[in-house]
């Protein structure tokens, strides 16, 4: 299956993965998983691909036989509709697949705002939801008993580019106290816990905020708050606004020639940054939950350099694989290892199973807090440099030494 363009799936209402049969398999029943997730609106990149990511994992578990219960195998079609990016639209088309399409699993949606809109869905029919790309965690303090993420919870992200900003300072002879830090964040769930979490380590390791903007609603010009930049000079730079954010951040970042010695920022990946900016974005500092240098592996995928290479070959136009792909791909992981640890396709036994996860994927360990957030998997912090994708942070995760100050070309 190739990539589909974001105006061939806007075409269609809704766009169904039908199992791949084999030998092994051609017996098997379909079992149907659900998502309202974005193919068209500001969220469309990175809904796209976590639906490659869904894909991806849905025909390789059919391939090695589906999902087993009992004495029976089970083949998964992935049924999808658009949300349009609005979380109301979330909502409405989630009632549509229980109501009218009798759907009993659902896959999560793309963005904490679009996953805050389905998870009082969820939770008033009962129905399991296991998502990929809702980081906020405001999602996990609500109660919800039938809402699982296998990613990192939102705080995470550029929290450790303060860390290491502190860290570098001290290398350097310097107080930590010394470092201005300038700040532009999307008014959204996630960026707004993005935020939270490196407003709590600023004043944990004693940096200084110099600039704490807001990014515009349509996230198309920050040239207001790099204007401030220059007159400023922080230290760093860290912005949060999903794929578009990021995309404005680098082109303007380069028309500006912004010099600041570190700039950190979500999105990097799916955004695809490198692409289209090439040389001005070396030395950016890009979170992520998944890298393909990391040592996870899985006997689906094998190691995450494995995936890396199919998930390529398997769709056109990817230079780097997003994290947000990779963690789409863990969900319907989960939801193969829950349904065959239940051994039931009973919506409350097949919910306690995936309470219950404890596992090792390609993508990261996945365990499940009670809040129903992933307590199993660091974030990782990467550099570019020279084009490429470097882990530097965590030191014990590292393949590459932190290039300060970045050197932009």
């Known amino acids: 299956m190739r990539h589909l363009t974001k105006w061939t799936l806007a075409a269609v209402a809704s766009v169904a993965l039908v199992g791949v049969s084999t030998d ?12 309202a997730i974005s193919f068209t609106g500001k969220y469309s990149t990175n809904g796209i691909h976590a639906k490659n990511g869904y894909d991806i994992a849905a025909k390789r578990i059919n391939e090695m036989g589906g999902v087993k219960i ?33 759907v009993k699993y659902f896959l999560g949606p793309y963005s904490s705002a679009t996953t805050k809109a389905a998870a009082p869905v969820v939770e008033k029919y009962k129905i399991p939801m296991i998502e990929a790309e809702g980081a906020s965690r405001s999602l996990f303090n609500k109660g919800y008993k039938y809402l699982f993420a296998v990613l990192s ?18 290398k350097n002879g310097k107080d930590p106290s010394s470092v201005k830090v300038a700040m532009a964040f999307e008014n959204d769930p996630f960026s707004l816990d993005v935020r939270a979490g490196v407003v709590d380590d600023v004043k944990k390791h004693g940096l200084k905020i110099v600039i704490d903007d807001k990014l515009p609603r349509d996230l198309s010009d920050m040239s207001a708050t790099l204007t401030k930049v220059k007159a400023v000079k922080p230290d760093l730079l860290v912005v949060s606004g999903h794929s578009k954010g990021a995309a404005t ?19 990097c990946e799916s955004a695809k940054i490198v692409k289209k900016f090439g040389a001005a974005t070396n030395g950016f500092l890009c979170p992520t939950q998944w890298a393909e240098t990391l040592s996870y592996k899985d006997k689906y995928f094998g190691t995450a350099a494995e995936y890396d290479t199919l998930f390529k070959k398997t769709f056109d136009g990817y230079k780097n694989v997003p994290y947000q792909a990779a963690q789409a791909s863990a969900a319907v992981l989960v939801w193969k290892d829950a349904f065959e640890r239940a051994q039931s396709l009973d919506t409350e036994k097949v919910r306690e199973a995936i309470a219950a996860t404890d596992m090792k994927t ?16 660091p974030m990782v912090l990467r550099q570019i440099q ?24």
């Open 24 to 35: 092994a398999n051609a017996a098997c029943e379909e079992l149907v998983l659900g998502s």
């Open 70 to 102: 009992g004495d029976k195998c089970y083949n998964f079609t992935i049924k999808y509709y658009d949300d349009e990016s609005t979380p109301a639209r979330t909502a409405q088309l989630l009632e549509r697949l229980i109501k009218q399409d009798g």
């Open 153 to 170: 919870t939102s705080e995470q992200y550029l929290a450790s580019s303060i860390a290491l900003a502190a860290e570098v300072a001290k």
């Open 249 to 267: 951040a680098a082109r303007q970042i380069k028309e500006l020639q912004i010099d600041t010695p570190m700039i950190a920022m979500t999105h």
């Open 362 to 377: 390609f993508y990261g360990n996945i365990k499940f807090s009670k809040a129903g957030n992933n307590i199993a998997k």
């Open 386 to 409: 020279d084009g490429k994708y470097n882990v530097v942070a965590p030191s014990e995760w590292a393949s590459h030494k932190v290039v300060h100050p970045r050197k932009a070309q």
